[in-house]
């Protein structure tokens, strides 16, 4: 799987839409559904395991983006 830089998952993640639809996607039952029945992932049950850890962890960073950023919100009023 590709990963890409921790700078461009900041950059990306600094967006809140792009940050809680990306949380939203991987909250999902929808989110967890698509990644299982892609018919690449279904043959290889350790690749399914990566995506879903890479999946947690990204969906981590982008929730605590978007707290980051109401927090930042709420102190700039």
Partial sequence: ???????????YFSYPIEAFLF???????????FLQNKPDNQADPEKLRRLRSDLAELKNQAVLSLQGQLYSADNSV
């Fill in 23 to 33: 949380a939203a996607f991987s909250l999902s039952d929808e989110g967890i559904n």
């Fill in 1 to 11: 799987m590709y990963k890409y830089s921790k700078k461009a998952q900041d950059r």
